[in-house]
Structures are given as C-alpha cells and as structure tokens.
C-alpha cells in the first residue's frame, strides 16, 4: 500500500502551488461574483456550506473542455473514465466508485432535470453555460445516488437578441468536428428560441492487431448531437421552458486488451488482437418541459422530463484472433421524471424549499454470447443467453430549511425520502428468474456555516447517502442474484473566500466518510458472469484544497489538490479479515491540477491566448486483494490561440507527453493472472477556428 509519507508529501506539493501563486497577486478592480444553482436557488459560491467547483462558459471555453472527463481532470477527487461501451462512463468521487452496469454515484442534471441512468451522461458538451460540481452527500435535494455529490449541467438560454457561433477543428486521427449554435427571438420579449448542432467524424488512433476493415481503428466515433430550446414568457410571472436534444452515435468498443502482470503497464505495442471488430451504436432522445411560477414570496416549479436510450453492441468476446465467441448486446433505457417543488424568494433570515419527485424506468439489457462460426458471425448456439427486463418505480419527497440564526450564523437543515421499487426478470427463462426488492432510506443533512468576514466563511456539515441495491443477471454464478443498496454517513468541516477584491479565492475542506456496501464489479470466465458484490465497509478520509488566482487582467491561475484514502474495513462476515486493511479498488490515492490561462494583447485588437494545465492523478488499485495497480499518471494539455473581435485560430494538443495508462482493469478476467485493460487515448495533435456574432 502507499505509505502515509507518500501522501503527506503530495499534498505538501500541492500546498506549494497556493504558495507560490498567491504572492503574485495584485490589487486590481473588482471581479464579478460566480453564482451558481447547485441547491436549487441562486447563491454566490462561497455562500453556499459545500465544496464547489465551478466552470464558467469562458472557462469550457477557453480550456477546450469537450466533455465529462476533461472537467474531472480539473477537479479534486473525480475521476471519469469510458468503460466497455463510449456510452458508458464510472464515476469516483471522493473515493466512491460505479460499479460498471451499476447507478453513478453523483445526481446529474442537465437544466434543472435529473438524468435517469448512466448511459445519457457521455455526450458532448455543447452549448454550455456552466458546470458546478458539488462534492459530498447531496441526497437531501438530489435523492438517490447523489451519494457521492451532484453535477449541475447549465445549457445556455435562448436570446431577446440575435446571436450565434460556429466552430470547426482537425486534429490526429484524422478527427474532424464541426459545430454551431444560434439563438434570438421568435417573438420580442415573448418566445425565445435557440438551435445548436454538432458533428464528429474520428477515425481513431488504437490499431487492432488483426483488423479485417481495411484501417479502420478500434477507438473510430462518428456522431451528430442537435439541442433545441424555447422559452416562453407568456406573463411577468410565469416562464416555460422546453428543451430537446437527439444524438446518433456509432463508435469502435470495447478497445479492450488480454494483459498478463508482466505485460500490465507495458504500451509500447498495441495487444488487441481480435477477429471481429466491435461497433456500438447508441440513440438518444431526451425532452423537458420546465415551468416556473412567481408568486412573489415564493416560486412554484414543475418539470417532466421524458428520455430514451436505444444501443446496441456486436463484435468479439474472447478478444483474441480465434474465432471462438462473440457477443451481442441490446441496451435499452426509458424513463419518465416528474418533479414539483416550491421555494422561497429573496434574502430573507428564513430561505426554505419543499418538494416530491417521481420516476419510472424501464431497463432492457438484452445479452447474447454466441460461438462464432469462424466468419465473425453466429453458428447459433449460444455461451449466454439472458433477456433482462429492469424496471424501477421512485418516489421522493424532500425539503431544506436555511435560517439565520445570527448576522454570522446560518443553519441548514434538510432532509429527503426515497422509496426505489426495483424488479427483474430475465424473460428467456421466465417467472424462475424473477427478482424484487424495496429500496428505501431517509437521507438527512445538517450545515453549519459562520461568518468570520464579509468574504470568509467557515462550515460543518453531516449528510446521509444511498444508492439504490439491483440485481445481478440471473446467469450469474459469481455472486448473489441481489445485491445491497449502499449506505454513506459524512462527515465535513471547510472554509472558503475571496480576498484582494476576488482577485484570490481559496477554499479547503476535510471530510470522513463510513460507507457501507460499496457495489464492486467483477467477471469471471469459468463459467462466464458478470457479477456485482457488496464490500461490507470501507472508511474514506481525505481534504481537498483549491486556489484561483487573478493577478492581473490577462492572468489566471488555478490550483486544485484532493487526497482520498479509501481504506477497506470490512469485505465479508464469513470471513472479517479477508482484505481488511487494503486500500478500496477504483479509487485514485489523490488528484492534483494546476492550470492558467494567459492573454497576451498585441495591436489591431489582436490578442494571443495560451492555456495549460498539468493533472497528475494517483496510483489506484483495481481490486480488493490490491494485486493490480496503476502507478501515478501526468497530463499535460495546451491551447494556443489568436483571437480578435469574436474570431479564434489556433492550434492544440492533448496528452502532450503521449502518457497511456488503463481507463478500467479487472484482475483475473480471464483466468489468474490474465485481466483486462482498456488503453487510455494517445496524444491529439489538432487546430480549431470559431466566430461568434
């Protein structure tokens, strides 16, 4: 395991960083003050009693963040990676991980509506006004899932004004990806439209070994994504708002590679080596209709929300050059939301919000693993046959209370509901096969947060979490044909504030987390399963620092470190010592980023930009018995750029230094001492034009 020395060391590096920005940080007119939406009412950052990281849309912007892994990067203790499918993405956050197949461990939501299921998470980010990640139980407000913490995804509004973009980049792999947006006003005042649309066209960069389409890499992604938005105001006080998107994918999956321990952390010559090469096509339909309704002291809200995921999966399973197995996927995921909430408006000492929220899904994972017949096509006979039909039926009711106690002294107390009724059965063996269960939980959370100055505050905070238990496919031999909800209690004490008229803000917490029933993925191949196991008790201890420093005008910095020591207590009660001690799989031992972004202004209006950032992100251990395990990795991106008057040319580079590392492993996925990993993506060249107007 890591030792303590180790850890106390990065985050001393990382200290280094706040102090070697803060001194060049000068006396200049004041910045503007980020407000963000996180706890469902708008509140300045550093009002608000939870660790925080907020993108802005000049940040998205000016960072080339294209999707969910490259704001992660940027934020302590996450951790997004692609799995098996491009359309599947595991989350880690303050290390609790997705169990793959399993509920993310953050709520996300997009606009105000929450998303149903994992697979509508990776998409591109287009089109965004900004991105806050709230770390630590947000159960209260979010319901299930939120476990880990929230992300509040804002799309931009339409416009009383005419105004638009366009965008267009190249870059290796002969990636091209051409996008734009347009918004203005269909009736003055009264409806409000706006379009946006996106196009990529990657040929990939992963060569297979045996690669029968010409080549055609395993890593190739061809998608188009449209949103559309109208908002119509039909009175003073009333708002609706609709909002639509459609995405239609086709990419290479899995990229995944046959590894032994000798040959782990070995990149230097690509080990897929299949027969077949695997496709993934996804469809997504997703539509929201958000009304608010002033009263004046108060705010009525009411959102439905209706989305489908169609994708299906075919290619090779024994991921070898022997025509021996191959699989075929159909996932399918349906759900419709409703949410009704009212709250209280205005900066009175008393600030409440009440609700009840409502969800009906419905999930079909249909799994077939045929022989092949030695073409890449099936013989008829099947490894697996399993027709999964998953539904859940939610229900939640929930309310937040914030008081001020005294000019200094605010309370927050909140507290939620959740009853989540699950059932599954696999109709190609019938009623046998069919499981259910109740999952339900109360989740309380109480804040404390003291004002030491005008823009210094100090807080406590206790929360509770869960995620709902499932049900492992009926085949499955590895494990038990349920497995249990989880269970976090959290516990948090921080600061936050912005000093030298904002031209510095820091923040820094530190938590302790019991968490129970940690859901933990694995596979076995004698016989063949996928099978998901609780892990009785695990302990997380960790703090996370941040800076953003503005020394000048053309200058910012920023600095972000997280320490996350997960630390399994207890595996089994058959047998209590099995893996106690050992660090909890698919966690990083701790993140760290330091990034800036400079403009340099030459004449004629003519400004250069240059942004960068360095991540590093601890080693992580791929299984409980701590037998796999990934030293720490660097990334480096760069964004050099010349703009002038809503003009922008320049050039990129992701991965500068080329560093690989696995995305997933499973230890002893294919027999001992045989796991799989899936390759990080190379080093990406590129060049990108826009014009806004």
């Known amino acids: 395991m890591e030792t303590v020395r180790t850890r106390i060391l990065a985050a001393v590096s990382a200290a280094g960083l706040v102090v070697v920005a803060a001194p060049a940080v000068a006396a200049e007119p004041e910045q503007s003050e980020i407000v963000i939406t996180a706890r469902k009412r708008a509140e300045s950052q550093i009002e608000v009693p939870d660790a925080v990281t907020v993108f802005t849309a000049q940040t998205i912007e000016n960072a080339g963040i294209n999707d969910v892994t490259d704001f992660a990067n940027l934020t302590p203790n996450m951790f997004f990676t692609p799995t098996f499918r491009p359309a599947e993405m595991q989350m880690t956050i303050r290390g609790i991980p997705t169990a793959q197949g399993g509920e993310a461990p953050v709520a996300v939501v997009i606009d105000g509506v929450q998303v149903s299921h994992p697979t ?20 209260s407000l979010y319901g299930r899932n939120a476990i880990g913490g929230a992300l509040n995804i804002t799309t931009r509004r339409p416009t009383n004004e005419l105004e638009g973009m ?30 946006a649309a996106s196009m990529r066209d990657y040929k990939g960069q992963l060569r297979d070994q045996t690669a029968r389409d010409g080549d055609r890499k395993a890593d190739y992604d061809e998608n188009y994504l449209v949103k559309a938005g109208l908002i119509f105001t039909p009175t003073d006080r009333l708002e609706i708002n609709l909002r639509g998107n459609y995405l239609h994918q086709r990419a290479g999956a899995p990229s995944l590679e046959v590894v032994t321990n000798a040959n782990f952390d070995d990149y230097g010559t690509s080990l897929l080596n299949r027969n077949v090469l695997t496709y993934d096509k996804r469809e997504i339909y997703d539509l929201s209709l958000k009304a608010d309704y002033d009263f004046g002291a108060a705010m009525l809200t009411w959102i439905t929300g209706y989305s489908r995921s169609d ?18 996927l159909d996932l399918t995921v ?12 205005g900066d009175g000492w008393l600030r409440w919000l009440v609700g009840l929220y409502y969800q009906k899904r419905d999930t079909d994972n249909f799994l077939l693993i045929p022989f092949d017949d030695g073409t890449g096509q099936s013989n008829g006979t099947f490894a697996i046959q399993s027709f999964d039909a998953g539904t859940s039926k939610s229900i939640a009711a929930f309310g937040s209370t914030s008081a001020d106690v ?15 009724k699950r059932r599954s059965v696999d109709t190609a063996i019938g009623g046998a096969s069919e499981a259910g269960d109740t999952f339900e939980a109360f989740q309380p959370k109480l804040q404390l947060k003291y004002k030491i100055a005008d823009d210094l505050n100090v807080f406590a905070s206790y929360g509770r979490g869960f995620r709902s ?28 504030g912005d000093f030298l008229d904002r031209r510095l803000t820091f923040s820094a917490s530190a938590f302790h987390i019991k968490f129970d029933n940690q859901q933990f993925f694995f596979i076995t191949v004698s016989p063949p399963s996928q099978n998901v196991v609780n892990i009785d008790k695990v302990d997380i201890s960790g703090l996370e620092v941040e800076l953003a420093a503005r020394p000048t005008s053309q200058l910012t910095i920023n600095a972000g470190f997280g320490l996350s020591d997960a630390t399994i207590k207890r595996f089994s009660d058959a047998a209590p010592a099995l893996y106690k001690d050992n660090r909890a799989p698919q966690s990083p031992a701790y993140t760290a980023s ?7 202004p030459l004449a004629d209006e003519f400004d250069v930009r240059f942004n960068g950032s360095f991540v590093r992100r601890g080693s992580i251990m791929w299984d409980a018995a701590n037998t796999l395990r990934t030293p720490a990795r660097n990334l480096i991106n760069a964004r050099l750029f010349v703009e002038r008057s809503g003009f922008s040319i320049g050039a990129y580079v992701d991965n ?12 002893n996925s294919f027999g001992d001492g045989l796991h799989s990993r899936i390759p990080s993506p190379k080093r990406q060249f590129g060049v990108q034009g826009s014009y806004k107007f």
């Open 469 to 496: 238990g499932g049900f492992n496919a009926f085949f499955a031999a590895g494990a038990d044909r349920q497995f249990n909800k989880e269970r976090s209690d959290s516990f948090e004490v921080g600061m936050k």
């Open 166 to 195: 366009v965008r267009a980049s190249y870059a290796s792999g002969n990636d091209i990806r051409v996008g734009g947006a347009i918004s203005g006003p269909l009736v003055k005042d009264k409806l409000l439209f706006r379009l």
């Open 594 to 600: 330091l990034s800036m972004d400079y403009v340099i």
């Open 120 to 139: 509508f998470v990776n998409q591109e980010l287009l089109d965004i006004e900004q991105i806050e990640v709230l770390r630590g139980p947000q159960g």
């Open 311 to 328: 994708a299906h999966l075919f290619g090779d399973a024994d991921f070898s050059p022997t025509p021996f197995l191959l699989q075929d």
């Open 656 to 667: 500068l230094t080329n560093a690989r590392y696995p995305t997933q492993a499973l230890a």
């Open 406 to 420: 005294s000019d200094d002294l605010e309370l927050t107390l909140g507290m939620r509901y959740d009853r989540d």
């Open 334 to 345: 349906k759900a419709f939301t409703q949410e009704l909430r009212l709250s209280s408006q």
